[in-house]
């Protein structure tokens, strides 16, 4: 069965909602991941649960079946390998690449993306630091990286994963000169509100906010994970 790219942006979305909350999605979640209003979010869970991509249950959630989540992750490896190739052919910066990449996945063949992935040398994670499925949709394991938040004052660890969902986030780490690759020193980090760095190619000081530190994925400077 063929779906639209907008059915396929909404299994997107529940796919990346449920891996975060760990549980069935909401109505409401949805509709504020994808700015659509939560009738046209009900009409279109209702049309993918008879198609058999998801399981939904109305006031209590979303997940997605075995076929959903094959589709899905087909767009997560076009997606991925796609942004690699902005990144290392056509020089795109890892913060813009994520919008280009959404408009690009849902048109490329299975042969085109299985070219693509040698031509690139069967990379293993994209330009922010995710994982690639492999041709078999399996995902590879990630490494060792933990989030931001779990380092203390004095610790020093290089950038390996950033959010690239969210472009207020990607704009603000942009600004602030910290990406993937980026060595950071902890000055402060409080239980709450702001986690406070230092990066090495920086001259000053840049407070992260919590909840953003915390989807920072970094390793040990010196190789050792916490």
Do not use: K
Not at 78 to 95: G, K, M
Not at 116 to 126: H, K, M, Q, S, V
Not at 181 to 201: N, Q, Y
């Amino acid at each position: 069965m063929t779906l639209s790219p907008i059915a396929e942006d909404y299994l997107t979305a529940i796919y990346y909602l449920q891996t975060e909350h760990e549980r069935a999605v909401g109505t409401a979640e949805i509709s504020e991941d994808l700015g659509v209003t939560p009738p046209s979010v009900t009409s279109m869970l209702e049309t993918l649960d008879e198609q058999g991509f998801v399981e939904y249950t109305p006031y209590e959630g979303v997940e997605l079946s075995a076929e959903g989540e094959s589709v899905v992750l087909r767009l997560v490896r076009n997606h991925r390998l796609l942004e690699t190739f902005l990144v290392e052919c056509l020089d795109y910066p890892w913060s813009e690449v994520h919008d280009e990449a959404d408009r690009l996945e849902h048109h490329v063949s299975d042969e085109f993306v299985s070219r693509l992935e040698a031509f690139l040398g069967e990379p293993t994670t994209d330009p922010h630091g995710d994982p690639i499925p492999d041709s078999s949709l399996s995902i590879p394991t990630e490494g060792p990286f933990a989030p931001l938040t779990e380092y203390g004052p004095g610790e020093t660890v290089v950038v390996e994963q950033v959010p690239h969902r969210d472009p207020d986030v990607r704009e603000y780490l942009t600004r602030q000169g910290i990406g993937p690759g980026t060595r950071l020193s902890v000055e402060d980090a409080p239980p709450i509100d702001l986690v406070t760095v230092f990066p090495a190619s920086g001259d000053a000081s840049v407070p992260l906010p919590t909840h953003v530190a915390r989807r920072l994925g970094v390793r040990a400077a010196d190789g050792t994970s916490n």
